[in-house]
């Protein structure tokens, strides 16, 4: 009589195949955040802010340099925030639509390959110059209010150039602060890169000036 073959069965623990299965599963609501799409957006504002806030201030700290008028601190702030904004949209918008005439470009090179649903989502990924535009220059404005605000009720000279520095460099913070954080990069880091970055600015826009003033080219 032959003996029965001899069936070795190996059974999986419930616990590690639902293991394994959570492992191989995605979390839907890390899936669906897709940072790119805040890159445009938040590019653009960033960069404004700072551009706003470290220019108009360095503008200021440097006509503090050679004149201790409010009056001329002041003017030279908001004559320096219309064409900063002007500015930064026009660049932006210049900038951000070579970007997308670009895009648009590849795309229609590979229409046939790409199915219609798929061209769709690509659509919704463009980038949109108007919208560059306006957050350059609405986010250049709100920089550059920093600093006017600052200066427009101090009275004393000395005083008015400290208050200028201190907002600035609370607002810098600020704004590499939030940059960040939606950015999800480290926060320390971004501060002290942009703090840096206005300090260098301000002082290098101070010193010239004076430096120019010394040598005769008085206002």
Known sequence: MAAPNDVQIITIPKDSADQNQCNLSVDPEVEDIDYSKRA??????VLGANDGLVSIASLMMGIG??????????LTGFAGLFAGACSMAIGEFVSVYSQLDIEVAQMKREKRMIENEEEDVEKEKLPNPLQAALASALAFSLGAIVPLLAAAFVADYKVRLAVVMVATTAALVGFGGVGAVLGRTKVVRSCGRVVVGGWMAMGITFGLTKLLSSKGLEM
């Open 40 to 45: 445009q957006w938040l590019r653009a504002a």
């Open 65 to 74: 340099a050679v004149k201790d008028d409010v009056k001329v601190m002041i």
